[in-house]
């Protein structure tokens, strides 16, 4: 099983490296890395924390797009170019192609966020302004593209390309304002309600939970367990989201 | 030719109309520029409260509050637009800080603004307070609100406060708690102040730290000791119905336990006619 998914993902990989978009989005981020150093400039004081600040949200704003520009055609593609039937034709598993399509896109996203990682920590260096807690934060960012990945995919077996794409990036909204839901059941009485406001902000995916940039950037003190925590909530989350992908892909009718 | 040539390609006369197009585009915008005024108001300014931009910010809030500073910066660093200091309160105190409650300068140059530059101390000391409690770590907001009271507003008493708050953070500066001590005296309690420096004295490692305190406390005990004598003789007076004759008398009619020595460890000067006391050398400072 693990060859067929190896083989699956490499496969995704070798396209996903090929792809125009890709190469477009690690540009953008590498020239706004490169921008915030000239925007500094413009600033009185805080010039190292609008350098880091731009160069955490780079990574965040293209690897997320990245995770959904690629992710959501890994599966309609294949299904629109008719590729998926010679593969299924083999001796080879749904779940399998959906498990390898995920890891081929990882691993994308693991280069391009590490070459968008080296250039920022070789700014920082030059400047003398490097902090080692930075990589927990690039670490976790990584962590929340690979649940934006599962979503895309999960996206991508159910819908069109367009229509995964605004659920994805929907769902990329509805992550980051989930405290808000957590202060609204705060704010009402007991009742259902309350009751639907504290299911949904525990069963929709809290992207907050990898968001440590504002702690990393101001110095604050980052719990020990954190990385660990987000790690579980990434494994339980993203596979609970990619079997949901993988049972969707399972009935879905190919003609 | 060539220019003859370069129309008659299709390709190029297109290139050609969108360089034209992008070109007028960017005169009218200019126009556009100019018939604004610079006196008109920013867009920006009707920013809602940060509240709500970090909804909106969607986990770039750290983003929106630099691009935000950014352009305030440059937005009450221009001269030009007079009127600029409307939405002062509003942009600092309601949209940066709220975005990013930890970003330290936008406290710090906006108070300065509010201060030096709005003639609004109390507004400054108001965003300042909010820095002090969003950033109970950082003995900067409090030393900065300090040195408002003290050197804006003349307020010693409410800039010892400030002083205080930022002595109790760690890793405060030396200098701040010298200005704590300094406040004292400067509202006109001696005696705290000369605890203070009598401290500084005591605890800095600095020799010039340590000459500093020790002139303050020489004056201070000076002072202190005065008032103390002083006191002492109108109280031996009321006592007696008679000013008393020396300094001793006072130990000896039970108004003084024992008499304070000068800072050279000798007596104070007594003029038994006037009822003055007296130090006999000159005060370090000449306060």
Known sequence: MLVRINAIALNTFREAIRHR?????????????????????LTVGSEEKIIKDFG????????????????????SREIERRTVYTLLAKPLHRFEFILGKFAGLSLTLLVNTAVMAVWFFLVLLLKGMFDWRLLIAVLLLYFQFLLITAMAVLFSCLSTPILASVM???LYAIGHLLWSLDLLAARLTAGWGKLVCRALYFVLPNLGTFDIKGE????????????????AYLALYGSATLWTACAVFERKELQ | MAARAAVRDPRRRMALCAATGLLLAAVVQGR?????????????????????????????????????????????????????????????????????PH???????????????????????RLLDKGVENNPDKWIMAFEAGFLCYNDLHDYRRAAYYFKKAIEVPGAHPLVRRLYAEMHNRAGD?????????EIYR?????????????????????VDVADLQDMVSRFRDRAGRAPRRLRDLVAGGVAGALPADPEGREYLYDPRTGDVRYRGGLVLGR
């Not at chain 2, 935000?68 to 007079?82: A, E, F, P, T, V």
């Open chain 1, 21 to 41: 978009i890709l190469y477009l989005l690690l540009i953008f981020a590498v020239a706004m890395i490169s921008f915030a150093q000239i925007l500094s400039l």
């Open chain 1, 56 to 75: 955490l949200a780079s990574i965040d704003i293209f690897g997320v797009l990245t995770a959904v520009f690629i992710g959501i055609g890994l599966v």
């Open chain 1, 168 to 170: 994805t990036l929907a």
């Open chain 1, 216 to 231: 990393v950037v101001h110095g604050l003190a980052i719990d020990g367990t954190r990385v660990l925590w987000a790690a």
């Open chain 2, 32 to 100: 556009l520029e100019g018939s604004r005024g610079s006196n008109a108001l920013h867009p920006l300014l009707y920013l809602p409260s940060g509240k709500y931009l970090r909804v909106m910010s969607l986990g770039f809030e750290e983003l929106a509050a630099d691009v935000l500073y950014l352009w305030s910066i440059q937005y009450y660093g221009n001269y030009d637009i007079k009127d600029r200091y409307g939405y002062l309160q509003h942009i600092y105190g309601q949209v940066i800080t709220e975005l990013d």
């Open chain 2, 103 to 125: 970003y330290l300068d936008p406290y710090l140059v906006g108070a300065m603004i509010m201060a030096v530059e709005a003639r609004q101390p109390e507004m400054a000391l």
């Open chain 2, 190 to 198: 001696k005696r705290t102040s000369l605890r203070e420096w009598s």
């Open chain 2, 203 to 223: 605890t800095s490692d600095d020799p010039y730290v340590r000459n500093v305190a020790w002139n303050h406390v020489h004056d201070l005990k000076v002072d």
